[in-house]
């Protein structure tokens, strides 16, 4: 069975264990062309994987930036600077604006900060 998705908790922080499996699910949203979230990444990834920052996967061509596959993704943005669209661009030990934005408009649910194999992302 899917494991419960992390609870939004309001002006907090939250953080992501995926040894729990912990991840944030945002149900069927209309007309996405963008995503943003401040994060902070730990310096230590461990090299087990994939992760994924966005996955909005329902069918093969569906928008994912992850370590392993990069797709739909228009451009990364880092604190306002392009980047290139991959994981390993994104700082560490800092907090920073991620904003992502797709090659078109989505209706899907999306979901932030997941990890198959259940080694941490970030918080």
Do not use: E
């Amino acid at each position: 069975p899917k494991p419960p998705p992390t609870p939004v908790v309001k002006h907090a922080v939250m953080m992501f264990n995926a040894t729990q499996r912990d991840y944030l699910h945002l149900p069927l949203l209309q007309k996405v062309h963008a995503v943003s979230m401040w994060l902070f990444l730990d310096s230590f990834q461990p090299a087990a994987g994939p992760h994924y920052l966005l996955d909005m996967r329902q069918t093969p061509f569906d928008p994912v930036l992850g370590t392993d596959v990069v797709r739909r993704v228009q451009a990364l943005y880092t604190d306002g600077r392009q980047v290139n669209a991959s994981l390993a661009a994104l700082p560490r030990d800092t907090w920073t604006h991620v904003y992502v934005a797709l090659d078109d408009t989505f209706t899907k649910c999306v979901a932030l900060m997941t990890s198959i194999f259940s080694v941490p992302l970030g918080r």
